[in-house]
C-alpha cells in the first residue's frame, strides 16, 4: 500500500537548521517531490519541488536520495515566523496525488 | 489581483440539505483540484479537472459532485450533506495535473454540517 509519511510535529529554536523527512515508497517514476508550507487558516503555500539529488532556493534546500523513497526539506536558521504546518506532496505509482500527513514545526524564541 | 478565490469561507447546514462550494481562478489554469483536509487525514483529493468539461476522482469522491463548465470555475456540490463531510475543503489550480508544477490554493472553505 502506498504511504506518504511524515513525522507529526518538530520543534525547534529561533537560528537552527531543521530537517523535515517524507517516506513515499510507492513514488511515480517521472514525477516531482512538492513540499508546501501552511498557516492556520490559510491554504497551503510551495516551498520547494525537485526530482532528484539537491535543489535549493531563497527559502528551502530539498534532498532526494537516488532511490527517490524519502525526501528532506531542510529550513536554514528558521525564524518564529516559520511556525507551521509542512507537507510533502507526491504522485504515486497509481497515478494519484498524495499529501504526506503533515509535520507541525514549532520554532520557540 | 490574480489568484483563486474560494467561497463561501464559513458554511453551517443541515445534514440532508444540499451544499456548494464555490472556487474561482483567474489564471487559466488547466488543471483544478479539491481537497478535504481533516485531522489525522491530512489533505485528501476529492476530485480534480484537466480542463472545461473533463473532471475525475481522486482518493475520496463519494458523496460529492463536481462540474467544470467554464476553465475558471470549479464549482464543488454535496448533493445531500452528511456529518462525515464536515471539513475544511481546499480549491487548487495548477498548470499540470502531476506533481511537476505547484499548486496554488484558495483559503478554504471550513463546513459545517449539524
Known amino acids: 500500500l502506498a504511504k506518504t509519511t511524515q513525522p507529526i510535529s518538530m520543534d525547534s529554536y529561533e537560528g537552527q537548521e531543521v530537517n523535515i523527512t517524507c517516506s513515499h515508497n510507492?513514488?511515480?517514476?517521472?514525477?516531482?517531490i512538492t513540499w508546501y508550507q501552511q498557516f492556520p487558516s490559510q491554504g497551503p503555500r510551495f516551498i520547494i519541488q525537485g526530482y532528484k539529488t539537491k535543489v535549493t532556493n531563497e527559502v528551502a534546500s530539498l534532498f532526494i536520495p537516488a532511490d527517490r523513497k524519502s525526501s528532506t526539506l531542510s529550513l536554514p536558521r528558521v525564524s518564529l515566523s516559520d511556525t507551521a504546518v509542512y507537507y510533502c506532496?507526491?504522485?504515486?505509482?497509481?497515478?494519484?496525488?498524495?499529501f504526506g500527513g503533515g509535520t507541525r514545526l514549532m520554532v520557540k524564541p | 489581483d490574480a489568484g483563486i478565490t474560494q467561497s463561501p469561507r464559513y458554511k453551517i447546514t443541515e445534514t440532508g440539505r444540499q451544499v456548494t462550494l464555490m472556487c474561482h481562478q483567474t489564471w487559466s489554469h488547466s488543471y483544478m483540484f479539491w481537497y478535504r483536509q481533516d485531522l489525522g487525514h491530512g489533505l485528501r483529493l476529492i476530485y480534480y479537472?484537466?480542463?472545461?468539461?473533463?473532471?475525475d476522482k481522486g482518493e475520496v469522491p463519494d458523496g460529492y459532485v463536481v462540474s467544470r463548465s467554464k476553465t475558471e470555475n470549479f464549482p464543488l456540490t454535496l448533493e445531500s450533506a452528511t456529518r462525515s463531510q464536515t471539513s475544511v475543503y481546499f480549491c487548487?489550480?495548477?498548470?499540470?495535473?502531476?506533481?511537476?508544477?505547484?499548486?496554488?490554493f484558495g483559503d478554504g472553505t471550513r463546513l459545517s454540517i449539524l
Open positions: 487548487a489550480s495548477s498548470e499540470s495535473e502531476t506533481g511537476n508544477q505547484p499548486q496554488h
Open positions: 506532496l507526491v504522485e504515486t505509482a497509481g497515478n494519484m496525488l498524495t
Open positions: 479537472s484537466a480542463a472545461a468539461d473533463i473532471t
Open positions: 510507492n513514488i511515480a517514476t517521472n514525477d516531482y
